[in-house]
Nanobody, 125 residues
Framework: QVQLVESGGGKVQPGESLTLSCVAS????????MSWHRQGPGKERELVAT???????NYADSVKGRFTISRDNAKLTVYLQMNSLKPEDTAVYYC???????????????????WGQGTQVTVSS
């Protein structure tokens, strides 16, 4: 049973920091592109940051310069360091794991995509 378990959410004041973690119980974790998404009150889910299997990163314009995504393949974990938090960052943050299809010998592994259950981040004074 594949699980993505997020942690690290909470309530902070504007300008403070939080670090989210997502542990993925998957095999071949290093093959996965990992990402963080969020859904604020009354809003659609949006992409926050991605880190590819080779470590390249991308960010939504709204978080560039404030958030940093990283991964530790040995710990099967992806992180989201969030600095200078703003009230508009308030949302449920979700972890996503995406693996393209690949061959190992003659066996083809299908593409898979998994979501975590989310962790609440509230930024308020």
């Amino acid at each position: 049973q594949v699980q993505l378990v997020e942690s690290g959410g909470g309530k902070v004041q504007p300008g403070e920091s939080l670090t989210l973690s997502c542990v993925a119980s998957v095999s071949s974790f290093s093959r996965y592109a990992m990402s963080w998404h969020r859904q604020g009150p009354g809003k659609e889910r949006e992409l926050v940051a991605t880190i590819s299997a080779d470590g390249s990163t991308n960010y939504a314009d709204s978080v560039k310069g404030r958030f940093t995504i990283s991964r530790d393949n040995a710990k099967l974990t992806v992180y989201l360091q969030m600095n200078s938090l703003k009230p508009e960052d308030t949302a449920v943050y979700y972890c996503n794991a995406d693996r393209p299809p690949y061959f190992s010998g003659s066996f083809r592994y299908r593409a898979v995509n998994y979501w975590g259950q989310g962790t609440q981040v509230t930024v308020s004074s």
